[in-house]
């Protein structure tokens, strides 16, 4: 088992939808938790942090599930500029153990 | 500019042959890693220096890579006799300490292919 699993999609969805994506990570001694989006042939940068509380960002909403060990990422309102791929990472002490990613694509 | 900057961009390479990559980290910046992407992957960790250090390379898939960090500013990433198998991107990233996983901060990447 991975230690961080993710849909790897390709999820299509209409321009001005909201979209959901799910993580799920293995080790409980895990400390803090992100998400970053990746564009074809870049490196991937820091969407946002993820809090235990949820925390919310414009039309991004992350949510962290300690007991079932599970992360979401929800996208409101749907941009064409949202289409990339949305990594899932999970870091204990120095170490950040990456999810493989969500590849989100929005159509017009 | 005032970013991580590795070179080269792009590298290809024929089999067998040895490889170095670079990594500039941010001024100041006393953590380094060195990740390696393979198509529809997630960044797999290679190794991490603390200054000149390497605090944890067991990332390194054999021994035919090795990076040093001499001065702990630049890093060099070697792979010696290189397999088609070597063929991924190579990210670096910087943080100003090991403590600060939420400004990891990437370079572009080199492009590593081996033919």
């Known amino acids: 088992r991975k230690e961080v699993e993710q849909d790897p999609g390709p999820f299509n969805v209409p321009e001005g939808a909201t979209v959901a994506f799910n993580c799920t990570y293995s080790n409980s001694a895990s400390q803090s938790f992100f998400w970053y989006r990746q564009d074809c042939r870049k490196e991937p940068k820091l969407l946002m942090s993820?809090?235990?509380?949820?925390n919310e960002d414009g039309r991004f909403t992350a949510q962290l599930n300690r007991a079932s060990q599970y992360i979401s990422l929800l996208i409101r309102d749907s941009k064409l500029s949202d289409s990339a791929t949305y990594l899932c990472v999970v870091r204990s002490n120095y170490q950040l153990i990456w999810g493989a990613g969500t590849k989100l694509i929005i159509k017009p | 500019g005032a970013g991580v900057s590795q070179t080269p961009s792009n590298k290809v390479t024929e089999k067998g042959k040895y490889v170095e990559l670079r990594c500039d980290p941010i001024?100041?910046?006393?953590?380094l890693y060195w990740y390696r992407q393979s198509l529809g992957q997630g960044p797999e960790f290679l190794i991490y220096f603390q200054g000149t250090g390497a605090a944890d390379d067991s990332g390194l898939p054999n021994d035919r890579f090795f990076a040093v960090r001499p001065e702990g500013s630049v890093s060099t990433l070697k792979i010696q006799r290189t397999e088609r198998g070597d063929s991924a991107v190579y990210l670096c990233?910087?943080?100003?300490?090991?403590?600060?996983?939420?400004?990891?901060?990437f370079g572009e990447g080199s492009w590593l292919t081996v033919v």
């Open positions: 993820v809090y235990s509380s949820g």
């Open positions: 001024s100041g910046h006393t953590a």
């Open positions: 990233a910087s943080t100003p300490a090991q403590d600060s996983g939420n400004t990891i901060y």
